[in-house]
């Protein structure tokens, strides 16, 4: 199909060049009788160059017209398929049971200890020195019990007595005192618990009762006291002697003026005769 495709185009490119080159200079002639018999003779040649090709192109038609017929019946008959051969299935392999898994022996029974409980409470937090509280504690599994005496400061300790398993005792502590009961189990479960209190013993505050200060008082100020004094408005020359004194306590905690030598002077200057001071 591709050889007579070239073909055709090849002849093809012949016509158009022998068209082409219909323009050669014509040969050189004597007279206008032989020029037209040259050009005459030319054409006959050009002619029959182009019906040579035209009945090539023919052919060629001819041969493309009777492949695309076959082509076409070609196209039109149906090809059988091949039948794809037959894979056989694999052969099915039985799958072993899983192996049984024995099952594991009970966990061992743990036996729970008895319940052991140690219980100390006081009814006073804060006591004064030389107060007294009472210490109570229960316990529940223990075989012995012991209190423990600490001062809290220091942690030394101050005294180990033994107790029952269960009752009271009065302390009266001068010291912030720690308390320990410490109780033992005998049986099987050897074991220790503690129960531990801080009873606290304050210090006793002595809150001084307030002195009233001295005061200079009376309706002409003639008065030193340790509180408003109310007495009678008349003015002696010796009042103004205890404008510069000083009101103060004196021996004994009672408020006067203190009696230095000016003071002293002054009213022995100005004394009235009935004047007591």
């Not at 492949?67 to 894979?87: E, K, S």
């Not at 219980?119 to 012995?144: K, Q, V």
């Not at 005061?215 to 002409?220: A, N, P, Y």
Request: charged share 15%; glycine share 4%.
């Amino acid at each position: 199909m591709n050889k007579i495709a070239r073909k055709i185009i090849i002849a093809v490119i012949a016509l158009v060049t022998i068209v082409s080159v219909s323009g050669i200079a014509p040969a050189v002639a004597e007279t206008p009788a032989e020029l037209l018999n040259i050009a005459v003779a030319e054409i006959g040649g050009i002619r029959a160059q182009v019906n040579a090709l035209l009945t090539q192109v023919a052919a060629l038609i001819n041969q493309i017209s009777t492949l695309q017929a076959r082509i076409d019946r070609i196209a039109a008959t149906p090809f059988p398929m091949p039948t794809p051969p037959t894979i056989p299935a694999p052969p099915t392999r039985p799958i072993p049971a899983p192996p049984t898994i024995p099952t594991p022996p009970a966990p061992p029974t743990i036996i729970a200890p008895p319940t052991f409980i140690v219980d100390l409470r006081s009814s006073l937090a804060n006591i004064s020195p030389r107060e007294s509280t009472t210490l109570s504690w229960n316990t529940t599994g223990a075989t012995n019990c012991r209190i423990i005496t600490r001062e809290a400061t220091t942690r030394r300790v101050v005294e180990t007595r033994h107790v029952n398993l269960n009752g009271e005792i009065r302390v009266s502590p001068l010291l912030t005192s720690i308390y320990t009961l410490t109780c033992n189990r005998r049986d099987n479960f050897r074991e220790t618990r503690n129960a531990e209190i801080t009873l606290t013993v304050g210090t006793v505050v002595i809150t001084p009762t307030p002195i009233a200060q001295c005061r200079v008082t009376g309706c002409s100020s003639q008065v030193c006291a340790d509180q408003d004094v109310i007495t009678t408005c008349e003015f002696r020359p010796e009042f103004a002697c205890f404008r510069a004194a000083r009101c103060e306590r004196q021996v004994g905690n009672q408020c006067g003026w203190t009696m230095t030598p000016e003071l002293q002077a002054c009213l022995a200057q100005h004394r009235s005769p009935q004047a007591t001071y």
